[in-house]
């Protein structure tokens, strides 16, 4: 079966610090995958899709990046963190190729930029 | 461009009633599918049920189910018999022969005992 793991839980850092999330998923190949921001009670912000390795699609300009080093490993950065990153920050991944699949999510990683 | 609206940000019900989630999206495409998530406090995503555009009928899962209108491009959730554990942010999302995912704003459910 499918998995998804993202880490750490909980992150709370300092503003101007470097920023990693990683997430992994088990069970598949090539899938597509994402990484959501969510504020407080307000609906997910896609920031970036990566269709294969290396391939990476940002979609809104910000002081956040991603990587795609494996297959099925997906990494959030930044090199400084501002107090507007704080926020729950989701991993998912999604089967290519067929319409029906839903997107699979880790449980998150709730940063707090202090 | 695709979007997804839910008009509803908050919505309550009694225990053991029944309430109806909104959600209307916009789309080109002829082939897509439909979900609805659901975030509890804990805040992970939980898929409820999905509608495929070209079934008529609509999907049900137990107390779940949707009123899927594909020519008003409305999807609707019914949650029958609602119980404390359904309060929770619903999303309604939706994909089409892409990769992407495209989400509505959430709608608060709250459960009352």
């Known amino acids: 079966s499918q998995t998804i793991h993202q880490w750490p839980a909980t992150l709370v850092q300092p503003v101007g610090s470097p920023l990693s999330l990683e997430c992994t998923v088990e069970g598949t190949s090539n899938p597509n995958l994402y990484w959501y921001r969510q504020a407080a009670g307000r609906g997910l912000q896609l920031l970036f899709y990566s269709v294969g390795i290396g391939q990476i699609s940002s979609e809104v300009p910000q002081n956040l990046s991603a990587s795609r080093p494996q297959d099925r490993q997906f990494i959030l950065s930044s090199k400084k963190l501002l107090l507007s990153d704080s926020g729950f920050y989701l991993c998912?991944?999604?089967?290519?190729?067929?319409?029906?699949?839903?997107?699979?999510f880790g449980n998150g990683t709730r940063l707090t930029v202090t | 461009a695709q979007t997804v609206t839910q008009s509803q940000p908050e919505m309550s019900v009694q225990e053991a009633e029944t309430v109806t989630l909104s959600c209307t999206y916009d789309?080109?495409?002829?082939?897509?599918?439909l979900f609805w998530y659901k975030q509890p406090p804990s805040r992970q995503m939980i898929l409820v049920i999905r509608?495929?555009?070209?079934?008529?009928q609509n999907a049900t899962e137990n107390r779940f189910s949707v009123n899927f209108q594909k020519a008003a491009k409305s999807f609707s959730l019914k949650i029958s018999d609602s119980q404390l554990g359904d309060t929770a942010m619903y999303f309604c999302a939706f994909r089409t022969s892409g990769s992407r995912l495209t989400f509505g704003e959430g709608t608060q459910l709250t459960v009352n005992p």
């Open positions: 509608q495929e555009a070209y079934k008529q």
């Open positions: 998912a991944w999604i089967s290519t190729g067929t319409v029906h699949s839903p997107l699979h």
């Open positions: 789309t080109s495409e002829s082939n897509y599918y």
